[in-house]
């Protein structure tokens, strides 16, 4: 269409937005190589015995079912199971970070404290002050004579200058580079936040690595995020994501790494003393869009409330509808966006969808004290889902996710009491509001609607 409809420089345009077949076959084979490592780790001599073992005996409906909020787990905690090579485990510890400033701070005391090695995978990692104050952290642990691996993706650091990262390399630390671009491509971003210390610490969330998210930017102000630090075992499935990223670049290097006990130190186990949850990836590298069908799900599973906070909202057709079907059915909807976007398009976008989903009942905020770049998804105050993918196509079906699928009363309300102490910082959106919008604002919408699947 943009070809036809722009016969010269149409052409250029899909160059840098279209399908790129030869990528797909690449990725095909990384879904076999994952695939193959998991195989691999499961029957390394401490997991055969003990790990797989678990598995069987966790994911069944008649253990699902004896844990509390269990009418949210069962088929949930199978769909993730079987769809998403997600493990499940119960020995978990979380700490909630809510901003970036807490989140950087106890991300760089972990590093400081790591004894073995550490594991960096961030989506952007900025040349600035909080930039180069983590690559010196990383460099310092090289230095030590510590493992240390920094993974970035190409287009998310592409005018990055190769002297950001000389400190750590010149430390004796690696650098990796996900799909460097030949030329600026908006498609297939490693978006996934992952660090492992000594596989014994793991960080996953919304967070990049730059100004702006500890809240020194002018245009946004305070950085509001949703970040989590863990231990227990869920741990080891971070490191066994790392790997497979990790290895993806560095192909036939001798940079690459081998499964080994050191990387998956025990954990300690406890029955019923931690919090149970599930590390659930999707992108171009693996079978099915499983955080899309982990969100489905959690959608029809609810039966009191449904709370979402995400930066962008451009569902596709199946969330869509979940969510006017939760709304016309009586549960408590409700979604939180930024008031001051960092994409116009996708906002006007997203305004389009909100406008159908408030004829139905969905109760829509949008966030005033700042930028809102949290990824939350809360059901019945059960269970709920925190991680890199945003509500939209992009994050479900072009770029590589990964999410926390928690399944843990505690944690839940704790999101949802950060929700709604936001809600005091928003201005909502009305059907009122929105039907008296000026035409300007629809012309946008419209047209920013039709470019959806590529926002």
């Known amino acids: 269409m943009v070809i036809a409809l722009i016969p010269i420089g149409g052409f250029f345009i899909y160059l840098i937005l279209g399908r790129d077949g030869r990528k797909y076959r690449v990725f095909a084979e990384k879904t076999r190589y994952d695939e193959a490592l998991l195989v691999s780790y499961l029957e390394m001599d401490d997991n055969v015995d003990t790990f797989w073992r678990q598995q069987t005996r966790y994911v069944t409906q008649e253990n699902i079912m004896q844990m509390q909020g269990a009418e949210h787990m069962n088929d949930l905690v199978y769909l993730n199971f079987f769809a998403g090579n997600a493990a499940f485990s119960s020995n978990n510890k979380l700490e909630l970070y809510h901003d970036g400033n807490s989140a950087f701070e106890s991300l ?104 702006e998210y500890l809240g020194l930017s002018k245009r946004f102000g305070y950085w509001r995020d949703t970040h989590l630090r863990m231990t227990g075992d869920g741990v080891n499935h971070l490191t066994l994501r790392f790997m497979m990223d990790w290895n993806f670049c560095v192909a036939k290097d001798s940079r690459a790494l081998e499964l080994h006990n050191k990387y998956f130190p025990k954990h300690t186990y406890v029955s019923g003393s931690g919090i149970r949850m599930q590390i659930v990836c999707s992108g171009p590298d693996t079978r099915h ?23 962008y909202f451009v569902p596709d057709e199946s969330m869509f509808v979940n969510l006017r079907m939760a709304a016309l059915s009586g549960l408590d909807v409700r979604i939180m966006i930024p008031a001051n976007p960092d994409h116009p398009f996708v906002y006007w976008a997203a305004l389009s969808y909100l406008g159908d989903l408030l004829d139905a009942g969905v109760r829509c905020y949008e966030y005033e004290n700042g930028f809102i770049h949290s990824k939350v998804v809360m059901i019945d105050s059960k269970v709920c889902s925190v991680g890199t993918a945003n509500m939209d196509v992009r994050s479900f079906k072009l770029n590589f996710e990964s999410n926390a699928f928690i399944y843990d009363e505690q944690t839940t309300i704790k999101l949802e009491e950060a929700f709604m102490r936001d809600i005091v910082f928003c201005r909502q959106l009305t059907l009122e509001i929105y039907q008296n919008r000026s035409k300007w604002t629809k012309i946008r919408e419209s047209l920013s609607r039709l470019l959806s699947p590529l926002l």
């Open 108 to 211: 760089i005391e972990d590093i400081s404290n790591a004894k073995h090695f550490v594991h960096i995978q961030y989506y952007i990692f900025r040349n600035d002050s909080t930039g180069r104050r983590l690559v010196d952290a990383l460099a310092k642990k090289a230095s030590e004579g510590l493992e240390v691996r920094l993974l970035i993706d190409g287009t998310g650091n592409v005018f990055n200058p190769s002297s950001l990262y000389r400190p750590l390399i010149a430390a004796g630390g690696h650098l990796s580079v996900f799909l460097p671009p030949h030329f600026i491509r908006l498609n297939f971003r490693n978006h996934r936040k992952i660090a492992v210390m000594d596989g014994v610490i793991g960080h996953i969330g919304g967070m990049n690595i730059g100004d």
């Open 289 to 311: 869009p499983s955080i899309l069908y982990g969100y489905n799900k959690m959608l029809t599973e609810a039966n009191k409330s449904i709370y979402i906070q995400t930066p």
